[in-house]
């Protein structure tokens, strides 16, 4: 029996939220991020998109092209508020629920009699009553399969790809939509004339595994629709980190506090992507002599903010003697929150 996926994706989220809860904001091109020309866009609304930006850019660029845009400053409270009310509706129907960021998930139907594109059509209506927000939606018989659904139609799609399409669907795709195929690898298969999923299928696997590494035997047989990865509910870490070995040991707290800096980015876009909260914040030194030693600091409230998590690994690594002088610097946060616990009878109205 071949297996029902869904994959779920809301739309625009941290700008749809803030359209949705100011009301002035609809129909205009809303820019969530930084709030300073050094930031970069954490989303945006499609009216943002139509002018060429999109997450990640640059906010100074983003005003070039987009000088009437509405800047707001990202909420990341309120957006964990409305993730957990759509993250109930989906534990409503199944707990075979895998989170992959806090607007996005897929969940396994396999075992619910109900027609999976039922159980999508009320996915939608009830994310659009209970949040007033829209939802795409991708069913498939794989995961990858219903990943590349849910972005078929958006914003408020819904696509079902079913075996018997495959590869024809496919075949027109850039390469750029197969899952597995970064921008380096993109850019090694154009070079050689492989633009489209049609161009790529003319690949023999042995020349995809030498040419893609390790990965290239999974694309040869993802673009044939064959795709065995299971929907894991688990997907829980223990703890995110970052450290680096030094070029040369330092005992200027200065320099490794500027590490400590950009640690704290990368771990606090970790945490608001997958919608998870830290409590302990641990600094790791490895002396001169290759001695290691760490240092933990438990908070009273969870974060995952990159100024309060630099600000407590700041002061762990005051509190730790360089003066031997530090050849690495690490830093970690653990004690992570699950978001996603609380579940619901898909069988009950939901009534608010």
Known sequence: MNRKIIHVDLDAFFASVEQR?????????????????????????????RFGVHSAMPIFMAKKRCPHGVFVPVRHKRYREVSR?????????TNIVEPLSIDEAYLDVTNIEEDSV???????????????????????????????ASDWNKPDGIKIIKEEMIPDILKPLS??????????????????????????????????????????????????????????????????????????????????????????KDISRY??????????????????????HTKSRTLHDHIDGHEQIYGIAS?????????SG???????VSNLSDNYAEQLSFFDNLQD
């Open 21 to 49: 809860d100011n009301p002035k904001l609809k129909g205009k091109p809303v820019i969530v991020g930084g709030q300073t020309d050094r930031g970069v866009v954490s989303t945006c609304s499609y009216e943002a998109r």
């Open 85 to 93: 009310e759509v993250f109930k509706i989906f534990y409503g129907i």
């Open 118 to 148: 039922k159980i999508a059509y009320f996915i939608k209506e009830q994310v659009i009553r209970r949040t007033g927000l829209t939802i795409s939606v991708g069913i498939s018989y794989n995961k990858f399969l219903a990943k590349l």
């Open 175 to 264: 390469i750029k939509k197969v899952y597995g195929i970064g921008k380096k690898s993109a850019e090694k298969l154009n070079n050689i004339g492989i633009y489209t999923v049609e161009d790529l299928l003319k690949l023999p696997k042995e020349y995809l595994v030498e040419f893609l590494g390790k990965y290239g035997n999974e694309i040869y047989y993802r673009i044939r629709g064959i795709d065995n990865r299971r929907v894991t509910p688990s997907r829980e870490r223990k703890s995110v980190g970052r450290e680096m070995t030094l070029k040369e040991d330092s005992k200027s707290r200065e320099y490794l506090k500027k590490h400590l800096i950009e640690f704290s």
């Open 271 to 292: 945490l608001i992507k997958k919608g998870v909260l830290a409590k302990t914040v641990t600094v790791k030194i490895k002396a001169s002599n290759f001695e290691i």
């Open 315 to 323: 002061e762990i690594l005051d509190e730790i003697d360089v003066d």
């Open 326 to 332: 530090i050849r690495l610097i690490g830093l970690t």
